[in-house]
């Protein structure tokens, strides 16, 4: 498989995450060609601002391989990282990060900021971004547009009450 099979099954989760009313971002990780460990937002459900894509999915692979070091792992993940999210990939020592779209707002993987391949850390991180982009990033202008127009309709039923 490459890259844009296993983002494909990123985008899976992703979709998962969107009928569960969750903010629609799915991850993978994967090491020597197989997936070990699938994922997807859980903030909402868990009721937890830590319950990511990227967290549960590392933390899944942590236990499938019984250690915290991921360091012959590739993490594919629907939108570019957040500053916790990367931080968890620095700490796991993953070797390779691929994304589908960026963050402008809060991505911490090259655009506000790149902790991934800063010379402050003793780890960095190879980026692979934009696989599948359009389609990781339609997933989300979709579903935030869709809740834009359910809270219109919502505040506009209690306007009119």
Known sequence: MQDIDYMQE???QAKVAYLMGEV???AVVVKDGRIIS????????LADPTAHAEMIAIKKASEALKGWRLS???????MEPCSMCAGAILQSRMRRLVFGTKDEKAGACGSKVNLL????????????????????SGILVGFFKLLRESKCVENKFIAER
């Open 10 to 12: 990123a985008l899976k």
């Open 24 to 26: 629609p971002v799915g």
């Open 38 to 45: 699938k994922a997807h937002n859980m903030k909402e459900s």
């Open 72 to 78: 012959d792992c590739t993490l594919y993940v629907t």
């Open 117 to 136: 391949q800063h010379d402050l850390f003793n780890h960095n991180v190879e980026i692979v971004d934009g696989v599948l982009e359009s389609e990781c």
